[in-house]
Protein backbone atom coordinates (compact mmCIF):
# COMPACT_ATOMS: atom_id res chain seq x y z
CA UNK A 1 0.00 0.00 0.00
CA UNK A 2 1.01 3.66 -0.75
CA UNK A 3 2.12 5.54 2.40
CA UNK A 4 -0.22 8.01 3.24
CA UNK A 5 1.39 10.73 5.07
CA UNK A 6 -1.13 13.45 4.70
CA UNK A 7 -4.37 13.98 2.92
CA UNK A 8 -6.90 16.75 2.85
CA UNK A 9 -9.81 16.18 5.20
CA UNK A 10 -13.05 17.58 4.49
CA UNK A 11 -15.48 17.87 7.75
CA UNK A 12 -18.96 17.54 6.80
CA UNK A 13 -21.40 19.10 9.56
CA UNK A 14 -24.82 16.81 9.02
CA UNK A 15 -28.20 18.46 9.62
CA UNK A 16 -31.73 17.38 8.94
CA UNK A 17 -31.64 19.90 5.53
CA UNK A 18 -28.23 18.07 3.87
CA UNK A 19 -28.36 14.33 5.59
CA UNK A 20 -29.01 12.50 1.75
CA UNK A 21 -26.30 14.70 0.26
CA UNK A 22 -23.27 14.29 3.27
CA UNK A 23 -24.37 10.36 3.24
CA UNK A 24 -23.95 10.19 -0.80
CA UNK A 25 -21.11 12.10 -0.72
CA UNK A 26 -19.25 9.63 2.32
CA UNK A 27 -20.88 6.50 0.77
CA UNK A 28 -18.93 7.33 -2.20
CA UNK A 29 -15.30 7.79 -0.17
CA UNK A 30 -15.67 4.62 1.18
CA UNK A 31 -16.78 2.84 -2.02
CA UNK A 32 -13.55 4.03 -3.59
CA UNK A 33 -11.53 2.75 -0.79
CA UNK A 34 -11.59 6.08 1.24
CA UNK A 35 -11.49 6.60 4.85
CA UNK A 36 -14.80 8.53 6.66
CA UNK A 37 -15.32 9.01 10.60
CA UNK A 38 -18.53 9.09 11.60
CA UNK A 39 -20.90 9.20 15.05
CA UNK A 40 -22.40 6.31 16.31
CA UNK A 41 -24.32 6.16 19.75
CA UNK A 42 -21.15 5.07 21.77
CA UNK A 43 -17.86 6.73 20.22
CA UNK A 44 -17.22 8.40 16.71
CA UNK A 45 -15.81 5.57 14.47
CA UNK A 46 -12.89 5.60 11.86
CA UNK A 47 -14.45 3.73 9.29
CA UNK A 48 -13.54 2.15 5.97
CA UNK A 49 -14.72 -0.71 3.39
CA UNK A 50 -14.38 -3.86 6.11
CA UNK A 51 -14.11 -6.21 2.93
CA UNK A 52 -11.07 -4.17 1.31
CA UNK A 53 -7.94 -4.42 2.38
CA UNK A 54 -6.05 -1.60 1.26
CA UNK A 55 -9.03 0.55 2.51
CA UNK A 56 -8.67 -1.29 6.07
CA UNK A 57 -5.04 -0.64 5.74
CA UNK A 58 -5.69 2.86 5.95
CA UNK A 59 -7.45 2.75 9.16
CA UNK A 60 -4.60 1.62 11.10
CA UNK A 61 -2.29 3.82 9.81
CA UNK A 62 -4.42 6.95 10.42
CA UNK A 63 -4.53 5.47 13.62
CA UNK A 64 -1.29 4.24 14.62
CA UNK A 65 -2.93 1.66 15.71
CA UNK A 66 -0.66 -2.55 16.17
CA UNK A 67 -1.79 -4.85 13.34
CA UNK A 68 -2.56 -7.53 15.43
CA UNK A 69 -5.13 -5.66 17.31
CA UNK A 70 -8.89 -6.86 14.92
CA UNK A 71 -11.62 -4.12 13.95
CA UNK A 72 -15.26 -4.12 14.63
CA UNK A 73 -17.94 -4.59 11.41
CA UNK A 74 -20.46 -2.54 11.31
CA UNK A 75 -23.77 -3.36 9.15
CA UNK A 76 -27.01 -1.53 8.60
CA UNK A 77 -29.30 -4.52 9.47
CA UNK A 78 -29.80 -7.85 10.96
CA UNK A 79 -29.33 -9.87 8.28
CA UNK A 80 -26.28 -8.23 7.11
CA UNK A 81 -25.00 -10.47 9.70
CA UNK A 82 -24.90 -13.59 7.78
CA UNK A 83 -23.03 -12.09 5.06
CA UNK A 84 -19.68 -11.85 6.94
CA UNK A 85 -20.00 -14.52 9.50
CA UNK A 86 -21.32 -18.61 9.61
CA UNK A 87 -22.00 -20.84 12.19
CA UNK A 88 -24.29 -18.41 14.37
CA UNK A 89 -25.43 -19.92 17.69
CA UNK A 90 -28.58 -19.41 19.30
CA UNK A 91 -27.38 -17.16 22.28
CA UNK A 92 -26.05 -14.64 19.36
CA UNK A 93 -29.22 -14.57 17.92
CA UNK A 94 -31.42 -13.86 21.39
CA UNK A 95 -28.55 -11.10 21.74
CA UNK A 96 -28.86 -9.94 18.40
CA UNK A 97 -32.89 -9.41 18.76
CA UNK A 98 -32.72 -7.61 22.54
CA UNK A 99 -29.65 -5.43 21.58
CA UNK A 100 -29.83 -4.93 18.11
CA UNK A 101 -29.56 -1.66 16.77
CA UNK A 102 -27.22 -1.03 19.97
CA UNK A 103 -23.96 -1.27 21.59
CA UNK A 104 -22.79 -4.48 21.75
CA UNK A 105 -20.81 -6.41 19.71
CA UNK A 106 -20.39 -10.05 18.95
CA UNK A 107 -17.54 -12.32 18.45
CA UNK A 108 -18.57 -14.84 15.32
CA UNK A 109 -16.85 -17.04 13.37
CA UNK A 110 -16.27 -15.27 10.00
CA UNK A 111 -16.53 -16.14 6.72
CA UNK A 112 -13.56 -15.72 4.42
CA UNK A 113 -14.79 -12.80 2.64
CA UNK A 114 -13.52 -11.10 5.24
CA UNK A 115 -9.81 -10.42 5.05
CA UNK A 116 -7.55 -11.20 7.18
CA UNK A 117 -6.40 -7.54 7.78
CA UNK A 118 -9.79 -6.30 9.12
CA UNK A 119 -9.60 -9.20 12.06
CA UNK A 120 -5.75 -9.78 12.20
CA UNK A 121 -6.17 -12.80 11.21
CA UNK A 122 -8.26 -14.42 13.29
CA UNK A 123 -10.60 -16.43 11.93
CA UNK A 124 -13.50 -14.43 13.88
CA UNK A 125 -15.00 -11.15 13.11
CA UNK A 126 -16.64 -8.54 15.44
CA UNK A 127 -19.81 -7.45 14.32
CA UNK A 128 -22.10 -4.56 15.61
CA UNK A 129 -25.21 -3.06 14.30
CA UNK A 130 -24.92 0.89 15.30
CA UNK A 131 -28.73 2.74 16.95
CA UNK A 132 -27.46 5.52 15.04
CA UNK A 133 -29.30 6.90 11.62
CA UNK A 134 -26.18 8.30 10.28
CA UNK A 135 -24.35 5.56 10.99
CA UNK A 136 -26.69 3.04 9.68
CA UNK A 137 -27.16 5.28 6.44
CA UNK A 138 -23.78 5.66 5.68
CA UNK A 139 -23.25 1.62 5.47
CA UNK A 140 -26.50 1.56 3.59
CA UNK A 141 -25.19 4.32 0.97
CA UNK A 142 -21.29 2.25 0.48
CA UNK A 143 -23.05 -0.89 0.27
CA UNK A 144 -21.12 -2.62 2.25
CA UNK A 145 -20.21 -3.56 5.73
CA UNK A 146 -17.68 -0.85 7.58
CA UNK A 147 -14.50 -1.43 9.38
CA UNK A 148 -14.51 0.82 12.25
CA UNK A 149 -12.45 1.51 15.03
CA UNK A 150 -12.67 4.39 18.06
CA UNK A 151 -11.54 7.17 15.73
CA UNK A 152 -8.83 8.46 18.29
CA UNK A 153 -5.34 7.67 17.77
CA UNK A 154 -4.14 4.71 19.05
CA UNK A 155 -4.16 4.68 23.69
CA UNK A 156 -5.76 7.77 23.58
CA UNK A 157 -9.32 8.94 24.81
CA UNK A 158 -12.32 7.84 22.39
CA UNK A 159 -13.82 10.69 20.96
CA UNK A 160 -17.40 11.29 22.03
CA UNK A 161 -17.61 14.88 19.54
CA UNK A 162 -16.39 15.65 15.87
CA UNK A 163 -13.67 17.93 17.78
CA UNK A 164 -11.89 15.09 19.40
CA UNK A 165 -11.89 13.99 15.75
CA UNK A 166 -10.77 16.72 14.27
CA UNK A 167 -7.91 17.04 17.11
CA UNK A 168 -6.63 13.61 16.67
CA UNK A 169 -7.26 12.67 12.88
CA UNK A 170 -7.09 16.09 10.60
CA UNK A 171 -5.07 15.55 7.59
CA UNK A 172 -5.14 11.14 8.25
CA UNK A 173 -8.84 10.28 7.02
CA UNK A 174 -10.78 11.90 4.12
CA UNK A 175 -13.48 12.81 5.95
CA UNK A 176 -15.27 13.37 9.16
CA UNK A 177 -19.20 13.65 9.44
CA UNK A 178 -20.03 15.83 12.11
CA UNK A 179 -22.74 14.40 13.81
CA UNK A 180 -22.71 16.18 17.55
CA UNK A 181 -22.35 14.32 20.69
CA UNK A 182 -22.86 10.86 20.93
CA UNK A 183 -25.79 9.40 23.16
CA UNK A 184 -23.53 6.79 25.75
CA UNK A 185 -19.44 8.39 25.54
CA UNK A 186 -18.12 4.69 26.19
CA UNK A 187 -17.65 1.91 23.26
CA UNK A 188 -19.95 -1.41 22.82
CA UNK A 189 -19.69 -4.06 25.15
CA UNK A 190 -17.79 -7.05 23.32
CA UNK A 191 -19.59 -10.66 23.59
CA UNK A 192 -17.56 -13.35 21.91
CA UNK A 193 -20.35 -16.03 21.40
CA UNK A 194 -18.32 -18.66 20.18
CA UNK A 195 -18.00 -20.77 23.09
CA UNK A 196 -20.58 -22.60 24.60
CA UNK A 197 -20.85 -19.95 27.70
CA UNK A 198 -20.66 -16.26 26.26
CA UNK A 199 -17.89 -14.65 27.19
CA UNK A 200 -17.29 -11.02 28.29
CA UNK A 201 -14.57 -9.11 26.76
CA UNK A 202 -15.04 -5.79 27.32
CA UNK A 203 -17.89 -4.01 29.51
CA UNK A 204 -19.49 -1.28 27.46
CA UNK A 205 -22.94 0.39 26.76
CA UNK A 206 -25.14 -2.66 27.26
CA UNK A 207 -24.60 -3.74 30.82
CA UNK A 208 -23.32 -7.38 32.10
CA UNK A 209 -26.91 -7.98 33.98
CA UNK A 210 -28.76 -6.70 30.89
CA UNK A 211 -26.91 -9.42 28.98
CA UNK A 212 -26.63 -12.11 31.39
CA UNK A 213 -31.30 -11.88 32.11
CA UNK A 214 -30.84 -12.67 28.13
CA UNK A 215 -28.36 -15.82 27.96
CA UNK A 216 -28.14 -16.80 31.28
CA UNK A 217 -24.91 -17.96 31.95
CA UNK A 218 -21.83 -15.72 31.26
CA UNK A 219 -18.32 -15.79 31.94
CA UNK A 220 -16.22 -12.30 32.31
CA UNK A 221 -13.18 -12.85 30.00
CA UNK A 222 -11.78 -9.04 30.93
CA UNK A 223 -9.57 -7.37 33.54
CA UNK A 224 -9.68 -4.01 34.60
CA UNK A 225 -5.81 -3.48 34.82
CA UNK A 226 -3.58 -3.11 32.86
CA UNK A 227 -2.18 -6.20 31.31
CA UNK A 228 1.90 -6.96 31.68
CA UNK A 229 4.10 -7.87 29.07
CA UNK A 230 3.81 -11.30 27.18
CA UNK A 231 0.49 -12.12 29.01
CA UNK A 232 -2.07 -13.85 26.97
CA UNK A 233 -5.29 -12.34 26.37
CA UNK A 234 -8.26 -13.19 24.75
CA UNK A 235 -9.01 -9.90 22.91
CA UNK A 236 -6.31 -8.82 21.29
CA UNK A 237 -6.92 -4.82 22.49
CA UNK A 238 -6.71 -5.69 25.67
CA UNK A 239 -2.92 -5.60 25.57
CA UNK A 240 -2.82 -2.23 24.72
CA UNK A 241 -2.66 1.01 26.61
CA UNK A 242 -5.97 2.88 26.38
CA UNK A 243 -7.88 5.94 26.89
CA UNK A 244 -4.64 8.07 28.35
CA UNK A 245 -4.34 11.94 28.36
CA UNK A 246 -0.65 12.55 28.39
CA UNK A 247 -0.79 14.03 31.93
CA UNK A 248 -0.24 11.68 35.04
CA UNK A 249 -3.96 10.13 36.18
CA UNK A 250 -4.54 9.24 39.59
CA UNK A 251 -7.80 7.44 40.17
CA UNK A 252 -9.19 7.31 43.62
CA UNK A 253 -11.41 4.98 44.09
CA UNK A 254 -14.70 3.48 46.70
CA UNK A 255 -17.98 3.11 45.86
CA UNK A 256 -20.24 1.95 48.69
CA UNK A 257 -21.48 4.07 51.73
CA UNK A 258 -18.13 3.69 53.97
CA UNK A 259 -15.88 4.70 51.42
CA UNK A 260 -17.31 7.34 49.87
CA UNK A 261 -16.53 10.20 52.68
CA UNK A 262 -13.36 8.89 52.63
CA UNK A 263 -12.51 9.42 48.52
CA UNK A 264 -13.45 12.91 49.70
CA UNK A 265 -10.58 12.89 52.26
CA UNK A 266 -8.48 11.47 50.47
CA UNK A 267 -8.47 13.06 46.78
CA UNK A 268 -8.08 17.02 49.59
CA UNK A 269 -5.36 15.66 50.80
CA UNK A 270 -3.46 15.05 47.66
CA UNK A 271 -4.68 17.91 46.57
CA UNK A 272 -2.79 19.26 49.47
CA UNK A 273 -0.03 17.42 48.91
CA UNK A 274 0.60 18.56 45.25
CA UNK A 275 -0.54 22.17 45.79
CA UNK A 276 2.38 22.17 48.52
CA UNK A 277 4.71 21.58 45.90
CA UNK A 278 3.33 24.02 43.23
CA UNK A 279 2.01 21.30 41.49
CA UNK A 280 -1.34 22.21 39.55
CA UNK A 281 -4.03 19.98 39.47
CA UNK A 282 -6.85 18.80 37.43
CA UNK A 283 -10.02 17.36 38.85
CA UNK A 284 -12.76 14.86 37.76
CA UNK A 285 -15.64 14.78 40.45
CA UNK A 286 -18.99 13.64 40.55
CA UNK A 287 -21.35 16.45 42.31
CA UNK A 288 -21.29 14.64 45.47
CA UNK A 289 -17.35 15.03 46.07
CA UNK A 290 -17.10 18.57 44.84
CA UNK A 291 -19.80 19.40 47.54
CA UNK A 292 -17.66 17.42 50.32
CA UNK A 293 -14.40 18.96 49.35
CA UNK A 294 -15.31 22.31 48.81
CA UNK A 295 -18.89 23.01 50.70
CA UNK A 296 -17.55 26.50 51.44
CA UNK A 297 -16.91 27.96 55.46
CA UNK A 298 -17.99 25.58 57.21
CA UNK A 299 -14.40 25.27 58.76
CA UNK A 300 -14.06 21.53 57.66
CA UNK A 301 -12.57 21.95 53.83
CA UNK A 302 -9.39 21.42 53.94
CA UNK A 303 -8.79 22.69 50.26
CA UNK A 304 -9.59 25.40 47.78
CA UNK A 305 -10.66 23.93 44.74
CA UNK A 306 -10.77 27.28 42.70
CA UNK A 307 -7.09 26.86 41.81
CA UNK A 308 -7.72 23.65 40.73
CA UNK A 309 -8.84 22.54 37.05
CA UNK A 310 -12.11 21.13 38.00
CA UNK A 311 -14.55 19.21 35.39
CA UNK A 312 -17.48 17.53 36.75
CA UNK A 313 -18.90 14.39 35.70
CA UNK A 314 -22.46 13.53 36.97
CA UNK A 315 -23.77 12.35 40.11
CA UNK A 316 -22.40 9.18 41.88
CA UNK A 317 -25.72 7.25 41.63
CA UNK A 318 -26.25 8.06 37.64
CA UNK A 319 -23.37 6.05 35.98
CA UNK A 320 -25.11 7.35 32.13
CA UNK A 321 -23.25 11.33 32.84
CA UNK A 322 -20.01 10.02 34.16
CA UNK A 323 -20.14 7.60 30.36
CA UNK A 324 -21.12 10.58 28.31
CA UNK A 325 -18.30 12.99 30.11
CA UNK A 326 -15.31 10.63 30.98
CA UNK A 327 -13.54 10.92 27.69
CA UNK A 328 -14.44 14.79 27.38
CA UNK A 329 -13.45 15.25 31.03
CA UNK A 330 -10.04 13.56 29.85
CA UNK A 331 -9.28 15.05 26.83
CA UNK A 332 -9.95 18.78 28.63
CA UNK A 333 -7.63 18.46 31.38
CA UNK A 334 -5.30 16.92 29.00
CA UNK A 335 -5.67 20.71 27.27
CA UNK A 336 -5.33 22.39 30.69
CA UNK A 337 -1.70 21.81 31.00
CA UNK A 338 -1.85 20.34 34.77
CA UNK A 339 1.00 17.93 36.06
CA UNK A 340 -1.56 15.77 37.75
CA UNK A 341 -5.32 14.97 36.81
CA UNK A 342 -6.83 13.02 39.74
CA UNK A 343 -10.03 10.95 39.10
CA UNK A 344 -13.11 10.81 42.00
CA UNK A 345 -13.71 7.45 41.47
CA UNK A 346 -16.49 7.05 43.87
CA UNK A 347 -19.60 6.59 41.27
CA UNK A 348 -21.34 3.37 41.88
CA UNK A 349 -20.42 0.25 39.68
CA UNK A 350 -24.11 -0.60 38.31
CA UNK A 351 -25.09 -0.55 34.76
CA UNK A 352 -22.84 1.01 32.40
CA UNK A 353 -20.64 2.28 35.97
CA UNK A 354 -18.67 -0.90 35.14
CA UNK A 355 -17.80 0.32 31.69
CA UNK A 356 -16.43 4.04 33.33
CA UNK A 357 -14.37 2.66 36.06
CA UNK A 358 -12.97 -0.12 33.65
CA UNK A 359 -11.80 2.78 31.45
CA UNK A 360 -10.55 4.55 34.42
CA UNK A 361 -8.36 1.92 35.61
CA UNK A 362 -7.31 1.53 32.16
CA UNK A 363 -6.34 5.55 31.98
CA UNK A 364 -4.87 5.41 35.34
CA UNK A 365 -1.19 5.58 36.16
CA UNK A 366 -2.07 5.20 39.88
CA UNK A 367 -5.50 3.29 41.55
CA UNK A 368 -5.57 4.82 45.51
CA UNK A 369 -8.59 2.14 46.89
CA UNK A 370 -9.90 3.53 49.96
O1 LIG B 1 -18.57 1.24 20.40
C1 LIG B 1 -17.67 0.70 19.76
O2 LIG B 1 -17.44 -0.52 19.86
C2 LIG B 1 -16.82 1.58 18.84
C3 LIG B 1 -17.73 2.14 17.76
C4 LIG B 1 -16.98 2.94 16.73
O3 LIG B 1 -18.47 1.11 17.18
N1 LIG B 1 -15.72 0.85 18.30
C5 LIG B 1 -14.66 0.44 19.04
O4 LIG B 1 -13.68 -0.22 18.31
O5 LIG B 1 -14.56 0.64 20.22
P1 LIG B 1 -12.21 -0.52 18.87
O6 LIG B 1 -11.44 -1.01 17.72
O7 LIG B 1 -11.68 0.68 19.55
O8 LIG B 1 -12.40 -1.72 19.86
C6 LIG B 1 -12.67 -3.01 19.36
C7 LIG B 1 -12.30 -4.06 20.38
C8 LIG B 1 -10.79 -4.18 20.52
O9 LIG B 1 -10.49 -4.33 21.90
C9 LIG B 1 -10.49 -5.45 19.75
O10 LIG B 1 -9.33 -6.10 20.21
C10 LIG B 1 -11.74 -6.27 19.98
O11 LIG B 1 -12.79 -5.32 19.95
N2 LIG B 1 -11.95 -7.25 18.89
C11 LIG B 1 -12.19 -7.00 17.57
N3 LIG B 1 -12.28 -8.14 16.87
C12 LIG B 1 -12.11 -9.15 17.75
C13 LIG B 1 -12.09 -10.58 17.63
N4 LIG B 1 -12.28 -11.19 16.48
N5 LIG B 1 -11.87 -11.30 18.77
C14 LIG B 1 -11.70 -10.67 19.95
N6 LIG B 1 -11.70 -9.35 20.12
C15 LIG B 1 -11.89 -8.58 19.05
MG1 LIG C 1 -10.70 2.05 20.76
Redesign the pocket.
Known sequence: MKNRTKCVTQVLKIDNTNFTEIIKKSGTIIKNGGTVVFP?E????LGADALNPDAVAKIFQAKGRPAD????V?IASKEQVHDITEDIPHQAFELMDTFWPG?L?L?LKRKDIVPDIT??G?D???V?L?DNTIAVGLIKEAGTPIA????NISGRP?PTTAEHVIFDLTGKVDAIIDGGAVEIGV??T?V?VTSDIPVI??P??VSIDEIQKCVGEIAVGYSDRKVEDGETV?????KYTHYSPQTTVVLVEGNNAETTAAVSAKISEIVEDYHRIGMRVGLMLTEETEQEISCGGCGFCVIDISSCEVFMLGNRDEPEDAARNLFAGLRYLDEMDVDVIIVDGSMTHEGVGAAVLNRLRKAADEIIEM
Open positions: TTVYGNPLIHATITALTVARPAPSASESVDLRGGRSPGM
